[in-house]
């Protein structure tokens, strides 16, 4: 019987380079998605620019300036004891408009640094190639991944990076979250995901899903050629796993539930199967979208299924049926609040068991390995006179969540690589833009109009997680 974790866990921490490294327009940048988004809060989305306009705050320019600071926070990693790492390649640093046929040298070399200092102290980089940061050129030009041609221009930037980096990293994902973009009545998703803007008119539902079929075979086009690179590397997707509960056990919102998940996580069925389910195909049908697919796509993905699923998971939701709207009327219109969940300050509702049920049911539906590349708990700290940051209510999340995944390796028996908790250092957040969502065990002192500075220091649960990592995982 197993006791515990795996002796060969990963533990660490997952940023993305948009949100931490600042230096937006150091050695020979280009403007990315991140680039024209402004700062939003708790209620408010933050607003898409057309391109970058003067006078209006963004704080991705700056982030935390990781791009210079990186030495002294890798030391602080290493100080909690992590021996794995997760980060994205800034697109826009390699290819700075995206169509370019070289990389630019000097945005290649800013990562084999990075890189480097992050195996001399110890720690593993794990490698997202997409992580809401397509560079802008390719939205105005060529309106996003709806365009075919982003495949090319994805395949040739990953092609790059593997060839570059195929001794330094053996752990890589595609497409960070790319089922956010089920959300599409939303415009903050599929600008993310895939650099979509909408206009009134559009239908959003079917480019959506052109866009997300064109990003699923630039992904599996790219893990053929990373295992021809090198054989050992592990490529994986990437979703946002938030488990849909039914509201009750009445069968109809049970029925509505599976419909929502398989909604969400189709893109998944994709990367693991490599083709479409059924259920979806005859949901096309019904509503007449379709999405130009090739006979060459469909060997395409057949021949390129991931060799793991990284997730993230923060939170779960429920649905309840009304009775006045159909079983694929699934945009949040039957989204209803958990009553037996707290939410954070941002809504999120917090649910550490539904962590379980989450790894559960991948494995019942995929058979992979599972990588848990993002989870953590956005909250306000407060700093006390002597500069000390007491935050249990961190503390407590990360503990709960931990249990619930201990309990799916060790009672389950869910193949796990390893825990990697989103933004181990403040960091510029992703839906609202705002620094004061904080999710890290080391603090930054910056603030959401960008004031601060810049100064890092050790919050109570740094001091936790790195007992939590020496005893893998058993002193909680
Ligand atoms: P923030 C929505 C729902 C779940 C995860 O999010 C999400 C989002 C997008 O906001 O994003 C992931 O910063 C994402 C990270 C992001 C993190 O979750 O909005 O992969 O880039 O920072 C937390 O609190």
Redesign the pocket.
């Known amino acids: 019987m197993t006791t515990g974790l795996p002796k060969n866990f990963l533990w660490g921490g997952?940023?993305?380079a948009h949100?931490l490294e600042g230096a937006w327009q150091e050695d020979g940048k280009g403007v990315s998605v991140a680039d024209v988004m402004t700062v939003g809060g708790p209620k408010k989305a933050r607003t898409i620019t057309d391109g970058v306009v003067p006078g209006e705050y963004y704080p991705n320019h700056d982030g935390i300036n990781f791009y210079h600071r990186y030495k002294e926070d890798i030391a602080l990693f290493k100080e909690m004891g992590f021996n794995s790492f997760r980060t994205s390649i800034a697109w826009t640093r390699i290819y700075p408009n995206g169509d370019e046929t070289q990389p630019n040298e000097a945005g290649l070399k800013f990562y084999d640094d990075l890189f480097d200092e992050l195996l001399k102290n110890g720690i593993e980089p794990v490698v997202t190639l997409s992580?809401?940061e397509l560079p802008y050129h390719l939205v105005t030009e060529y309106g996003g991944f709806r365009n075919r041609k982003l495949i090319e221009f994805f395949v040739r930037f990953a092609t790059t990076c593997f060839e570059r980096y195929k001794n330094k990293v053996k752990y890589w994902m595609t497409f960070?979250?790319i089922n956010?973009q089920a959300n599409f009545v939303d415009d903050?998703?599929p600008f993310?995901n895939s650099g979509l803007r909408y206009q009134p008119g559009d239908d959003r539902e079917a480019i959506m899903y052109q866009a997300a079929h064109n990003e699923l075979v630039a992904s599996a086009e790219a893990v053929q050629i990373g295992h021809a690179i090198n054989p050992t590397m592990q490529i994986g997707c990437?979703i946002?796993m938030?488990p849909i509960y039914p509201y009750s056990m009445n069968p109809e919102d049970v029925l509505l539930a599976q419909k929502a998940m398989e909604h969400n996580y189709y893109f998944a069925d994709v990367h693991v199967h490599g083709d479409y389910p059924a259920t979806l195909l005859k949901y096309w049908e019904r509503k007449g979208i379709t999405p130009e697919i090739s006979a060459e796509d469909r060997q395409i993905l057949k021949n390129g299924t991931v060799d793991y699923i990284g997730l993230?998971y923060?939170?779960s939701h429920a649905v309840k049926k009304d009775p006045a709207r159909s079983f694929d009327d699934l945009d949040l219109k039957q989204v209803v609040k958990n009553n037996y969940l707290k939410a954070s300050d941002?809504g999120?509702q917090i649910d550490p068991c539904g962590l379980r049920y989450a790894l559960n049911w991948l494995t019942d539906r995929y058979r992979k390995p599972l990588f848990i590349v993002?989870n953590?708990f956005?909250a306000y700290d407060k700093v006390e006179a002597n500069g000390q940051i007491h935050d249990s209510y961190r503390i407590n999340y990360l503990r709960a969540h931990i249990e619930q995944m201990k309990l799916a390796v060790t009672e389950d028996g869910v193949d796990l690589i390893g825990y990697l908790p989103?933004?181990p250092i403040d960091?510029?957040?992703?839906?609202?833009g705002?620094m004061d969502?904080r999710?890290g065990f080391i603090y930054v002192d910056k603030d959401n109009q960008g004031e601060g500075t810049l100064a890092r220091s050790r919050k109570d649960s740094f001091f936790w997680y790195k007992q939590v990592i020496a005893s893998n995982g058993e002193n909680l």
Do not use: C, D, P
């Open positions: 997952a940023v993305a949100q992580h809401f960070n979250e956010n903050f998703a993310t990437m946002a938030g993230s923060y939170m941002w999120w993002e953590g956005g989103w933004g960091l510029v957040s992703a839906g609202t705002e969502k999710y």
